[in-house]
């Protein structure tokens, strides 16, 4: 689910593909034009900022293997498998439509959250998408991913969840009784292989929890405003997350993180962040920035987020 390498479209891809028609009838059901202005009504006025998500014919079922969905960088494509859908919505007992629409969000969050090129070397060139940086050797579409793709996929999915939930019940697809029982399930097996990153979530929640002890503000408040500028480009570059975790975290905590490839490393490092280093906390000038930005983010949007 990770944005990753660029491809270029497949020249055997054709239309009548029976796959590719089956998927294509599937991305039509989905009001994307719901999607974003839901994902619109996220971001502060004075950001001017539109949503730009990926439409349904950029969206192929060719490239994924083993996994439901991915963000395809450039050109901006969707990579999608109802197979692997179905068989996760098998394993998992959930109901299919509901984690197909669910994981098309969640890329559709990536390809929302992709605000474009940060930076160009001779070699290289770097892409903001949300809070993670991917660097593309020219040439060979070789990609590295920054030191936040964990973190990324936790706000992705996160705010998926948020979006898929509101959508449904908007559109009529499920009453909130259905879908507060979807979640329910999606969260037990929290800790299994391809477990929708429930651990990435809860080490968001993790953080804005610590960031609300320390700033005295409420939750929400710092998680709206993170979303605010997640879908901007105006969050944090690595740089300041790097003084950031230098400065808060526990020793070698993003690069851990980096480097997790099991779910019980996710957790040690979001126990690790419920503890941090507490005196530096409230010194760092990350926080104040954080706190900054949920003061501007309440202020634009008039005091009425709930
Ligand atoms: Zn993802």
Not at 59 to 88: C, H, M, Q, W
Not at 123 to 148: D, E, W, Y
Not at 158 to 187: C, H, N, P, W
Not at 224 to 245: H, M, P, R, W, Y
Request: a negative charge; glycine letters at 6%; one cysteine or more.
């Amino acid at each position: 689910m990770n944005p990753e390498r660029s491809f270029q479209p497949p020249e055997y891809l054709e239309i009548n593909d029976p796959k590719q028609r089956e998927l294509l009838e599937f991305v039509r059901t989905v009001d994307l034009g719901e999607v974003a202005s839901l994902l619109q009504s996220r971001i502060s006025t004075e950001k001017n900022a539109e949503i730009d998500l990926v439409p349904p014919e950029r969206i192929f079922s060719k490239y994924v293997s083993g996994r439901v969905g991915r963000y395809i960088l450039r050109p901006r494509e969707i990579d999608f498998s109802l197979e692997d859908a179905l068989r996760l919505a098998e394993r998992l007992g959930v109901d299919e439509k509901f984690l197909k629409t669910h994981y098309l969000i969640h890329e559709q969050i990536h390809a929302a959250s992709d605000t474009g090129c940060s930076d160009e070397t001779l070699l290289t060139r770097s892409f903001q998408v949300g809070s993670a940086k991917t660097t593309q050797i020219k040439g060979i579409g070789l990609t590295i991913s920054g030191l936040c793709r964990l973190w990324d996929e936790g706000i992705t999915e996160k705010l998926s969840r948020e979006v898929f939930a509101s959508y449904a019940v908007k559109t009529g697809m499920a009453k909130q009784k259905e879908i507060d029982d979807y979640f329910t399930t999606i969260k037990k097996h929290t800790g299994q292989k391809r477990d929708c990153y429930s651990s990435e979530v809860k080490l968001v929640d993790a953080f804005i929890g610590r960031i609300a002890e320390e700033t005295s503000l409420d939750p929400e408040t710092i998680w709206n405003s993170l979303v605010d500028s997640f879908l901007t480009g105006t969050q944090f570059d690595d740089q300041e997350i790097c003084k950031f975790a230098k400065e808060v975290l526990p020793e070698n905590f993003l690069e851990d993180l980096k480097a997790a490839s099991s779910h019980s490393t996710v957790e040690r490092l979001t126990r690790e962040l419920h503890r941090g280093k507490t005196n530096s906390f409230k010194s760092s000038s990350f926080i104040r920035k954080m706190r900054r930005m949920a003061e501007d983010y309440l202020e634009s949007m008039g005091r009425t987020v709930s």
